[in-house]
């Protein structure tokens, strides 16, 4: 396995592992544009640079890291590019789509990045994750970026469990969410 940068050849394995990280997907067909549109094709296409895959001997991708490194670009791009792809009749999956970047908001000074991160069930507790973690902080320091945060569910114990291990700071906890930051 190897951890290397994402090129645009990754785009297909790299939206199902979004989709398939938590087992296959069950997914409605508007479930999968919402999440696609929501963590996943952003990032891919406008900040590829900051995304880094693992790659398994075949070179191809089973976990990415994807980021992107300022709030406030993302924000502007997020809202008039990617939001619009979830149908305006879509209203619970539209507030959703919103309410999902409001602690970044909050917290963006400070940790102005953000990630999503997602490994296949069969390669995870591998330690692919935290390599590819350590890879994208230093591509970030070596950027000058101060801090990077993200958000899970609350009840995610996968992912809090390896947030927790690798020393993301908790910095709170919502009805729904958790919200983690690392300063760099
Ligand atoms: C969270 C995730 C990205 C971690 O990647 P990983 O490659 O499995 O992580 P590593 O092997 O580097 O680190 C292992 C640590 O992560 C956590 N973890 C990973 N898989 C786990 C599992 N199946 N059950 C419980 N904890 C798990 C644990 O803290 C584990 O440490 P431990 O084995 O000593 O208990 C990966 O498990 C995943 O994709 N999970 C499903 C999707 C998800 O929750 N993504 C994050 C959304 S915010």
């Known amino acids: 396995m190897i951890i290397r940068p994402y090129e645009p050849k990754d785009k297909e394995n790299v939206r199902f592992v979004c989709l398939n990280s938590e087992g296959p997907c069950k997914s409605s067909a508007r479930g999968i544009n919402f999440s696609l549109a929501v963590y996943c094709d952003y990032y891919i296409e406008k900040e590829p640079e900051n995304c880094f895959v693992a790659a398994d001997e075949n070179d191809k991708a089973v976990g990415y890291i994807i980021c992107t490194e300022n709030f ?3 924000k502007g791009r997020f809202v008039s590019e990617y939001y619009p792809k979830i149908k305006k009749w879509e209203y619970r999956r539209r507030k959703s789509a919103l309410r999902s970047i409001v602690p970044h908001e909050k917290y963006k000074e400070e940790y102005p990045a953000h990630l999503h991160i997602d490994v296949l069930p069969e390669y ?12 994208l902080l230093e591509h970030l320091k070596k950027k000058g970026v101060k801090g990077i945060m993200l958000t899970t569910w609350i009840k995610n114990e996968k992912g809090r469990g390896f947030y ?8 709170e906890e919502t009805k729904n969410c958790a919200v983690y930051g690392l300063k760099l």
């Open 124 to 135: 995870q507790r591998m330690g692919l994750g935290h390599k590819m973690t350590d890879v």
């Open 72 to 74: 406030d670009v993302f």
């Open 164 to 171: 927790d291990k690798y020393g993301f700071t908790l910095l």
